[in-house]
């Protein structure tokens, strides 16, 4: 809501001073030369305001909503009296209540108000009056029962609202972990005595002024609307206004009434509930008694933080409100050795990281904004790159190191098998069905085969190379395996591969396998068929 926003403003206390000349007229519209005069009146803050700054002062306020501006017909000797004064202003309802409650917070903010408990019996005393009357034969009289209401509603709304400040007063106070003796006894005394003193009238009075409220509750509709009858107010006066647009043909906007304490079933409703649980969720009496309690123990809480005192376990709440009265006190360049001294937040430290090399960092570049480098966790932590504590044992790989053992002696059986059945198998591929192991590796040694065989076409007889392709040293051959593979290239010629995987055909191809003979005391291998 902008109409608060005067409170914040920076001019600020000029604002306030401007709002409360017009929270000191009645229904009054004043120019800027009035204003001035009151300002310097008063002595205010903003007394020493030239027209001009005061002018923009008030326009702010109106976009605020917190003044209006108002039609007037001016009188003036001059020009430049009468641009002056041709502008004149009026306090908006919102703004005068914004106004009166900011003040009544700057004034009141840290006083503990008195609970007005006498005002309750006065509650209880006019409301059996008033039940008396209600329920004699009669009635009681439009206005007599007019004036009891209203001060009934006076005086309840008064009590309830001392109630409402002194209790969030001490739950400011019983907060404060900084209490001395001298305090603590003090406000021990308010709580026990004072406190004490209201609760125990507030529960002696509350069944009687419920009884009360019961007796009378039957006849509080009737009662309202006789009295409406007897006296409607600004109700009945919209209302003709209402009918006399509707008889003209005119359309009206409805005006908005707030009507007087009491003459609402809502506010009969509230006075109930504040003695009696009416809708599930605990009377205010029933609140002001855990209210009490709450308040008890915190005192009980102060009063053993002030046994730990003795052991050294003291509140710092009062070094820190010295502290920042140092630094509201202290001019910027002292504020900040005080900030060193009191947090330690001394300067920047160049921790000697450099950046990653492939980055060309500009002189001018603010940190900010730069790129990041990686601090170890040491660093970044502690302080110190130093390592702390032992050297951690070197881990154990041994049981890891005999499972890829083991997986790679398996692996090497596998193969010799393979090469054991291809061998086994030579010349006789028709009448077998390979495994998957021996097609695998038989696909291996022919891959190697192909590629290192040298192409070459055949010449015929007369001389002339004919069309078509020989394989010349077609063969691979794995020396760990001793398995060697010879391919052959005959026209005309099928060979298929039976096998678990699928049957391969190979055709115009034949295959020999055979086996390797490993050297032996340095001589040659030697190819056996």
Same mark, same amino acid.
């Given at each position: 809501?902008?109409?608060?926003?005067?409170?914040?403003?920076?001019?600020?206390?000029?604002?306030?001073?401007?709002?409360?000349?017009?929270?000191?007229?009645?229904?009054?519209?004043?120019?800027?030369?009035?204003?001035?005069?009151?300002?310097?009146?008063?002595?205010?803050?903003?007394?020493?305001?030239?027209?001009?700054?005061?002018?923009?002062?008030?326009?702010?306020?109106?976009?605020?909503?917190?003044?209006?501006?108002?039609?007037?017909?001016?009188?003036?000797?001059?020009?430049?009296?009468?641009?002056?004064?041709?502008?004149?202003?009026?306090?908006?309802?919102?703004?005068?209540?914004?106004?009166?409650?900011?003040?009544?917070?700057?004034?009141?903010?840290?006083?503990?108000?008195?609970?007005?408990?006498?005002?309750?019996?006065?509650?209880?005393?006019?409301?059996?009056?008033?039940?008396?009357?209600?329920?004699?034969?009669?009635?009681?009289?439009?206005?007599?029962?007019?004036?009891?209401?209203?001060?009934?509603?006076?005086?309840?709304?008064?009590?309830?609202?001392?109630?409402?400040?002194?209790?969030?007063?001490?739950?400011?106070?019983?907060?404060?972990?900084?209490?001395?003796?001298?305090?603590?006894?003090?406000?021990?005394?308010?709580?026990?005595?004072?406190?004490?003193?209201?609760?125990?009238?507030?529960?002696?009075?509350?069944?009687?002024?419920?009884?009360?409220?019961?007796?009378?509750?039957?006849?509080?509709?009737?009662?309202?609307?006789?009295?409406?009858?007897?006296?409607?107010?600004?109700?009945?006066?919209?209302?003709?206004?209402?009918?006399?647009?509707?008889?003209?043909?005119?359309?009206?906007?409805?005006?908005?009434?707030?009507?007087?304490?009491?003459?609402?079933?809502?506010?009969?409703?509230?006075?109930?509930?504040?003695?009696?649980?009416?809708?599930?969720?605990?009377?205010?009496?029933?609140?002001?008694?855990?209210?009490?309690?709450?308040?008890?123990?915190?005192?009980?809480?102060? %009063?053993? $933080?002030?046994?730990? #005192? !003795?052991?050294?376990?003291? /509140?710092?709440? @009062?070094? =820190? +409100? *010295?502290? &920042?009265?140092?630094?509201?006190?202290?001019?910027?360049?002292?504020?900040?050795?005080?900030?060193?001294?009191?947090?330690?937040?001394?300067?920047?430290?160049?921790?000697?990281?450099?950046?990653?090399?492939?980055?060309?960092?500009?002189?001018?570049?603010?940190?900010?904004?730069?790129?990041?480098?990686?601090?170890?966790?040491?660093?970044?932590?502690?302080?110190?790159? %130093?390592? $702390?504590?032992?050297? #951690? !044992?070197?881990?154990?790989? /041994?049981?890891? @190191?005999? =499972? +890829? *053992?083991? &997986?790679?002696?398996?692996?090497?059986?596998?193969?010799?098998?393979?090469?054991?059945?291809?061998?086994?198998?030579?010349?006789?591929?028709?009448?077998?069905?390979?495994?998957?192991?021996?097609?695998?590796?038989?696909?291996?040694?022919?891959?190697?085969?192909?590629?290192?065989?040298?192409?070459?076409?055949?010449?015929?007889?007369?001389?002339?190379?004919?069309?078509?392709?020989?394989?010349?040293?077609? #063969?691979?051959?794995?020396?760990?395996?001793?398995?060697?593979?010879?391919? *052959?290239?005959?026209?005309?010629?099928?060979?298929?591969?039976?096998?678990?995987?699928?049957?391969?055909?190979?055709?115009?191809?034949?295959?020999?396998?055979?086996?390797?003979?490993?050297?032996?005391?340095?001589?040659?291998?030697?190819?056996?068929?």
């Amino acid at each position: 809501m902008n109409a608060y926003t005067y409170l914040s403003a920076p001019e600020q206390l000029e604002h306030v001073a401007i709002m409360r000349v017009f929270c000191g007229t009645l229904l009054a519209d004043l120019a800027v030369p009035d204003i001035m005069a009151k300002l310097r009146q008063a002595g205010a803050s903003a007394a020493g305001l030239d027209a001009d700054t005061l002018t923009v002062r008030l326009e702010q306020l109106v976009q605020w909503g917190n003044l209006l501006r108002s039609s007037h017909t001016v009188n003036a000797s001059s020009i430049s009296e009468y641009q002056r004064s041709r502008s004149r202003y009026q306090l908006s309802k919102l703004g005068e209540r914004i106004q009166r409650d900011a003040d009544g917070v700057l004034a009141e903010a840290d006083a503990a108000r008195e609970v007005s408990n006498e005002l309750l019996a006065l509650v209880e005393r006019g409301l059996r009056e008033l039940a008396d009357l209600v329920t004699a034969p009669g009635g009681v009289e439009p206005q007599d029962g007019l004036e009891r209401i209203s001060t009934l509603f006076v005086q309840f709304t008064e009590f309830a609202d001392s109630i409402r400040d002194f209790y969030a007063y001490l739950g400011q106070v019983l907060s404060r972990y900084d209490l001395d003796s001298a305090e603590y006894q003090g406000f021990k005394e308010l709580l026990l005595d004072y406190v004490e003193a209201i609760t125990e009238d507030v529960a002696f009075r509350a069944p009687r002024i419920s009884a009360a409220l019961d007796t009378l509750w039957p006849h509080i509709p009737a009662l309202l609307d006789r009295l409406d009858s007897h006296a409607q107010g600004l109700t009945g006066l919209s209302a003709q206004t209402q009918v006399q647009a509707q008889t003209e043909g005119e359309s009206r906007p409805d005006v908005r009434i707030q009507r007087s304490r009491g003459r609402e079933l809502a506010d009969w409703e509230g006075l109930r509930g504040w003695f009696s649980n009416t809708d599930g969720q605990g009377s205010q009496v029933d609140q002001l008694r855990d209210a009490t309690l709450r308040a008890l123990q915190s005192l009980l809480a102060n %009063a053993k $933080r002030m046994l730990r #005192s !003795a052991t050294g376990e003291m /509140s710092r709440r @009062k070094d =820190l +409100l *010295r502290l &920042a009265r140092w630094f509201d006190e202290a001019a910027p360049r002292d504020a900040h050795d005080i900030a060193v001294a009191a947090f330690g937040l001394y300067g920047a430290r160049h921790l000697g990281i450099p950046p990653a090399a492939d980055e060309v960092v500009p002189a001018y570049t603010s940190w900010w904004t730069g790129p990041m480098v990686e601090v170890p966790v040491a660093l970044r932590e502690r302080g110190s790159r %130093a390592q $702390r504590g032992r050297a #951690s !044992a070197v881990e154990d790989h /041994s049981a890891q @190191k005999q =499972l +890829l *053992r083991e &997986a790679a002696r398996q692996r090497a059986a596998a193969r010799a098998a393979a090469a054991d059945e291809l061998r086994s198998a030579s010349g006789r591929f028709a009448e077998v069905r390979l495994t998957s192991a021996a097609l695998s590796l038989l696909l291996e040694l022919l891959a190697t085969a192909l590629g290192n065989a040298q192409l070459s076409r055949p010449v015929s007889t007369d001389g002339e190379r004919t069309a078509g392709f020989d394989l010349d040293s077609a #063969s691979s051959e794995d020396a760990e395996l001793r398995i060697r593979l010879t391919v *052959r290239r005959t026209a005309g010629s099928r060979t298929v591969l039976y096998s678990a995987d699928g049957d391969l055909l190979l055709d115009d191809l034949e295959l020999d396998i055979g086996r390797t003979s490993a050297a032996v005391d340095g001589e040659a291998e030697a190819s056996v068929s």
